[in-house]
């Protein structure tokens, strides 16, 4: 992982780079998170609800000592449950010093991007506000929509 670089800069990506992400199903949909982000990702777990959260937090969960808040993006996007259980995952993340959880439907792999493979947000957003996604990146045949979970929490907790 020497070579993957920090690509955490004000105006999104930078020339010439390549970046690895994990990308995981919601819905119907791909999306990728920058993995540089991702402290581990783990089976659903038992999840205690928190009376009176946002509708998109579902809970917490106890992680070896630890307690982490679990969001579903499901209801933060408003996008379809899938229905499958066995493959839900939860991936966990750690920014600064705090932990966040998500559920996904699916954990599909971890990719190497390079730079020209990604369209900027702004480009294919235009006129809505999109401030939580970084741009959608072309992998093959499939289109990944690469999220910045930083912006999403920071707005929504």
């Known amino acids: 992982m020497e070579d993957v670089f920090n690509i ?3 105006d999104g990506y930078q020339e010439d780079e390549e970046i690895q992400v994990v990308a995981f199903r919601l819905g119907n949909e ?4 920058d993995i ?31 307690i982490i808040p679990i969001a579903n993006l499901h209801s933060r996007f408003d996008l379809q449950f899938s229905e499958n259980q066995d493959d839900k995952r ?4 750690k920014f600064d010093e705090v932990q ?8 599909s792999e971890v ?12 480009k294919v957003y235009g006129t809505l506000e999109a401030d939580h996604i970084k741009g959608i990146a072309k992998v093959g045949e499939r289109l990944l929509i690469l999220l ?10």
Do not use: M
Request: zero cysteines; glycine letters at 6%.
């Open 111 to 122: 990719l190497r991007i390079h730079q020209n493979d990604i369209e900027a947000a702004d």
């Open 36 to 66: 540089l982000y991702v402290q581990e990702i783990i089976r659903l777990l038992n999840i205690t609800r928190v009376p009176r959260s946002a509708q998109h937090i579902e809970g917490v969960v106890n992680l070896r000592g630890s």
């Open 148 to 157: 910045d979970l930083a912006k999403i929490f920071e707005a929504g907790w």
């Open 8 to 10: 955490r800069v004000e």
């Open 100 to 107: 966040v959880g998500i559920i996904v439907d699916e954990v």
């Open 90 to 93: 939860i991936i966990v993340f």
């Open 30 to 33: 791909e999306y990728a998170v």
